[in-house]
């Protein structure tokens, strides 16, 4: 189906989004993730990065744009700027800035982290976000609450009980999380959060190390936010690092 793919349809919709004529005249594919095809087109001396799934996902695609676009508010980290997203061929698309990677600095996972943590002071007043988003294709809601623990009982963790509940996970896997979801507010008893921007999704395959040594190219998937950008919890970072050791 990607074969038959109306490229010239996507370089329309770039040409009216940048106010300038695009014109394809190459594109290759390259990696982009476990759950879309990605491709970086060409023409002009310009470039972009495509990302292509069923046309049914063009919400996930319009949400991660409007992620990405809430991940470079604090200008905090290089996040690649969302250029537009449709349909073509029956396929959902996103096109974003085309970002170089490459080298590196020796000290860019130290700049890395730095750069995380004046993202993270970047706070609104509530928990949540505008939209509902995904993370992988999975719904993610994000419903705005004034209480960070039953965000994360409901619309986090508990969210995600009742998804693996349809799918038949074991009763001793739910049984511990709802003995997780009792106990939360324990790790809160001499702290109180502040809604602060975060990733949401943050593993190595959603950020890169870029051609200048920076790093950058923060991709959405859930916005702790993934593509993806939800304002949450800093102590929320740790609590994903754990999960996936």
């Known amino acids: 189906m990607i074969a038959l793919m109306d490229w010239q349809k996507i370089a329309a919709s770039i040409s009216?989004?940048?106010?300038?004529?695009?014109?394809?005249?190459?594109?290759?594919?390259?990696?982009?993730?476990?759950?879309?095809?990605?491709?970086?087109?060409?023409?002009?001396?310009?470039s972009f990065f495509v990302k292509l799934n069923r046309a049914e996902l063009l919400d996930m695609f319009e949400a991660e744009a409007e992620g990405l676009a809430e991940l470079n508010k604090p200008a905090a980290i290089r996040v690649p700027k969302p250029i537009c997203t449709g349909t073509s061929s029956g396929q959902a698309f996103i096109v974003m800035e085309d970002l170089p990677f490459g080298g590196g600095r020796r000290d860019a996972m130290q700049l890395f982290g730095r750069q995380l943590a004046e993202m993270h002071r970047y706070t609104t007043e509530q928990f949540g976000w505008q939209r509902d988003n995904t993370i992988g294709a999975t719904h993610q809601p994000n419903d705005w609450t004034d209480d960070w623990i039953r965000f994360w009982q409901e619309q986090r963790?508990?969210?995600q009980l009742k998804l693996a509940g349809r799918q038949g996970a074991g009763h001793r896997l739910l049984d511990r999380g709802d003995e997780l979801l009792a106990h939360v507010a324990d790790f809160f008893r001499d702290y109180r959060p502040e809604p602060s921007l975060l990733h949401g999704d943050l593993w190595s395959g959603n950020y890169s190390i870029l051609a200048t040594g920076e790093a950058g190219d923060l991709r959405p998937g859930g916005l702790l936010w993934r593509p993806r950008g939800r304002p949450g919890h800093d102590?929320?970072?740790?609590?994903?690092?754990?999960?996936?050791l």
Do not use: D, K, Y
């Not at 390259?30 to 087109?41: H, K, P, V, W, Y």
């Not at 102590?235 to 996936?244: K, L, P, S």
């Open 235 to 244: 102590r929320t970072v740790r609590w994903f690092w754990r999960g996936f």
């Open 157 to 159: 963790l508990g969210h």
């Open 16 to 46: 009216a989004t940048l106010g300038a004529p695009f014109v394809i005249e190459r594109h290759s594919s390259m990696g982009g993730g476990c759950i879309n095809s990605a491709f970086r087109i060409e023409g002009g001396g310009q």
